[in-house]
């Protein structure tokens, strides 16, 4: 049958072009549309299709491309396909909607954060997101009441689903990295030169905190933690606050490494490594825990989010409602204490073959 893969824009790297890469494993014929693609080779082919704002200046600024984008959806055509598999944390899921006799599955990474739940996306306190808000809600909720099976990429976003768009869905989690890390059993061995040099100058024992810079991420809270139970503290990543969190670890009572945009091969070394990997913020799902229980670390995570159902509280890791304190205390020697099988048998359960099976089970079963 001939197949569509839509997705909102590609970019380099990220867990949802993870997701339409898996998609193209699972249906290599199919064909993709996207609003623009930036730099994914993974995702260029002579299939892939990529919307008029391509080729404007727009696609240089996602905010002022949101205006633009429900006409490139309620434009698409169904062409000759028999159905469409779609890629949604925006506004794809509009697409083809006026078009009942094609098949449409769309996996849902979230609904737009910063419409429906500013509190956990800075992008929805500005004044402009406020003043379209309210009307961008009726609109995404009125597009999203159409004949399409959904699926929720966790438990949590499936909640704020029916909440947003009064619709049910089944939980299929995404694809994360899990064979790939598995299949080395050390991965400083990986590294050469400076990288070696640098993971083998670390403390002999660190808990390790790693995402993008920017404030939700809350990284200031593992530094927090590492003061709480006098451990070393690694941060790997980039982002836009870097200065700011730097400027916070300098006041810290224990030493803290910045590791600036290290490569995958570092990055697994690191979660190797770590005591325990922290990780702060409340996600949709989080494929960064799941990365680092695949090389057995034990993780820390938020009581609230898709992490809680990724991460088993008292097997592969530790919910903690405090970063500091006695109960982070308590949290790390408890989750220390699991490192090893438990944490990567757990990992096992999100492993791109699992993603793949549930995928093709949805698409027959409906």
């Known amino acids: 049958m001939a197949g569509l893969i839509i997705h909102e824009w590609i970019a380099n790297s990220g867990g ?20 623009w693609n930036d730099g994914n080779d993974d995702l260029k082919s002579s299939s892939t299709r990529e919307s008029w704002i391509s080729r404007t200046p ?8 949101i205006p633009f984008m429900p006409s490139v959806w309620s434009g698409l055509k169904p062409d000759n396909y028999e159905w469409a598999l779609i ?21 849902v990474h979230t609904p737009a954060r910063y ?23 009726w609109y995404d909720k009125k597009n999203a009441q159409s004949n399409a099976n959904i699926a929720a990429n966790s438990h949590f976003v499936r909640e704020r689903i029916m909440r947003c768009w009064g619709r049910d869905a089944r939980v299929i989690y995404p694809p994360v990295n899990v064979d790939e890390i598995q299949n080395r059993s050390y991965w400083a061995d990986a590294l050469i030169g400076a990288e070696r040099e640098l993971l083998e100058s670390l403390p002999e ?18 530094i927090q933690g590492g003061e709480s139970v006098q451990v070393p503290v690694v941060i790997a990543g980039s982002g836009p606050g870097e200065r700011e969190l730097r400027r916070y670890a300098e006041t810290a009572s224990v ?73 982070f205390v308590a ?33 027959r079963s409906e």
Not at 115 to 137: F, M, N, Q, T, Y
Request: aromatic share 10%; glycine share 6%; net charge positive.
């Open 205 to 222: 024992t660190f808990i390790l905190g790693a995402s993008r810079f920017v404030a939700y991420k809350g990284l200031e809270r593992v």
């Open 16 to 35: 949802s072009e993870r997701v339409v890469k898996s998609y193209t494993n699972i249906y290599p014929d199919a064909d993709i549309f996207c609003l």
């Open 331 to 363: 949290a790390v020697d408890a989750a220390s204490r699991l490192r090893g099988a438990g944490p990567a048998m757990q990992a096992r359960l999100f492993s791109e073959a699992v993603f793949r099976e549930r995928t093709k089970e949805w698409m």
């Open 255 to 327: 030493p803290v490494t910045f590791i600036i945009r290290p490569s995958t091969p570092l990055l697994y070394a690191l979660y190797q490594r770590a005591l325990v990997f922290v990780f702060p913020p409340i996600e949709d799902f989080g494929i960064m825990p799941v990365e680092a229980m695949a090389t057995g670390t034990p993780v820390i995570v938020n009581t609230i989010g898709g992490t809680t159902e990724s991460v088993v509280s008292g097997e592969s890791g530790m919910h903690v409602h405090r970063w500091s304190g006695v109960e």
């Open 58 to 65: 727009l696609r240089r600024s996602k905010v002022l491309s």
């Open 87 to 107: 890629s949604s944390h925006l506004f794809s899921h509009h697409a083809l909607r006026k078009f009942p006799a094609l098949a449409r599955y769309i996996y």
């Open 115 to 137: 419409i429906w739940e500013p509190s956990l996306d800075h992008r929805g306190h500005s004044l402009g997101a406020k003043s379209v808000s309210p009307v961008l809600r």
